[in-house]
C-alpha cells in the first residue's frame, strides 16, 4: 500500500467559538484524551464530508496509524481498526475524493486538522483523501528564522532590482564620490529612490502575516504543507494530547508501537 505524502497564541475558546456559524464542533476522544476541533465555514466541501463521517461513526475504533514527531499524527483508516501489531495499515480510498479547498488564512499551525492525499504524480489536482485525517503537530520557529526565511525570497528580488537600476550609474558615481559628493550623494539618493519604489511594487516578495508569524513563533506548525493539503478545522482544546500521541515510539512504518486509538469521534452537544 503506498504511503501518502506529508511532505497565536490562540485566540480564547470564546472568540474562537463566535467565529464558528455553521458546523458544530467535534471531540476526538482517544485513549490518551480527547481533542475539540472546530470545523471552518469556509471549507465547506471537507468540513461537511467530515462531520457526515463522524456522525457515522466512520472514524470510532480506528487508530492513528502514522505518527512522525515534530510533524503530524494521522488517522480514521478503515484497515486500521483491530489490526494486529506489526500489520501494514493506512490504505487510503480513491471514492473519497474531494478537490482542495486551499484557503490562505487556514494554514498548517499547531492543531490544524488537514486531509491527506495521494501524490502530485498520480494526483495532479491535489484532491484530498477524506477517509483519513491527519493533525499538525509541528515544530516553533523562531521569529529570526522566520525573518530569514522571507529574506531568502525577498533579498534576491532586491539585488535584481538593484542590478538594472544602479550598476548602470556605478562609474559614474564612483567619480562623483571623489570630485563633488554633493552631486555623489544627489544621484546616489535619486537611484535608491528608485530602486525603492520598483521593490515595492515588484511581484513575487513574500511576508508571513502578523498572526501566522504569531502562531508558527509561539506553537508552531509545518510550513512546507501549506497550500499543498486542505486544511478544514482546528483543534481549539486538547493539544496536549496531540503531543502525547507525537510522543509514542513507532515501528519502521510510523505505526506507534502501542496504539493511539480514536475510542469515539462525535459532535460536541
Known amino acids: 500500500m503506498k504511503k501518502y505524502i506529508l511532505l497565536f ?46 456522525k457515522k461513526g466512520y472514524f470510532d475504533g480506528t487508530l492513528f496509524h502514522r505518527v512522525v514527531k515534530d510533524f503530524m499524527i494521522q488517522g480514521g483508516a478503515q484497515d486500521s481498526r483491530n489490526a494486529p501489531a506489526g500489520a501494514q495499515i ?33 494526483n495532479p489536482q491535489k484532491k484530498s483523501d477524506m477517509s483519513q485525517f491527519y493533525i499538525v503537530q509541528g515544530k516553533v520557529l523562531t521569529e529570526g528564522r522566520l525573518d530569514s526565511m522571507e529574506m531568502a525570497v525577498n533579498v534576491p ?16 558615481l564612483a567619480k562623483l564620490k571623489e570630485s563633488d559628493p554633493r552631486a555623489f550623494n544627489a544621484l546616489l539618493d535619486s537611484v535608491l529612490h528608485i530602486v525603492d519604489s520598483v521593490y515595492a511594487e515588484a511581484p513575487g516578495k513574500f511576508f508571513f502575516p502578523a498572526e501566522q508569524k504569531k502562531d508558527y513563533s509561539t506553537d508552531g506548525g509545518v510550513l512546507s504543507l501549506n497550500g499543498e493539503y486542505t486544511v478544514y478545522g482546528q483543534v481549539i482544546e486538547g493539544l496536549d494530547v496531540i503531543d502525547k500521541i507525537a510522543a509514542l515510539p513507532t515501528d519502521q512504518r510510523e505505526r506507534p508501537k502501542k496504539d493511539a486509538k480514536i475510542i469515539r469521534a462525535y459532535v460536541e452537544k
Open 9 to 54: 497564541v490562540f485566540i480564547a475558546g470564546g472568540i474562537i467559538a463566535s467565529a464558528q456559524t455553521k458546523y458544530p464542533n467535534v471531540i476526538i476522544s482517544t485513549n490518551y484524551g480527547d481533542m475539540k476541533v472546530m470545523l471552518y465555514d469556509d471549507t465547506p466541501n471537507h468540513s461537511a464530508y467530515f462531520l457526515n463521517l463522524v
Open 90 to 122: 493506512g490504505g487510503g480510498r480513491t471514492d473519497m475524493q474531494l478537490l482542495p479547498e486551499f484557503r490562505d488564512n487556514h494554514y498548517h499551525r499547531k492543531g490544524a486538522l488537514a486531509a491527506p492525499r495521494r501524490g502530485d504524480n498520480e
Open 157 to 172: 528580488i532586491k539585488n535584481k532590482i538593484i542590478r538594472t537600476y544602479y550598476f548602470p550609474h556605478k562609474e559614474e
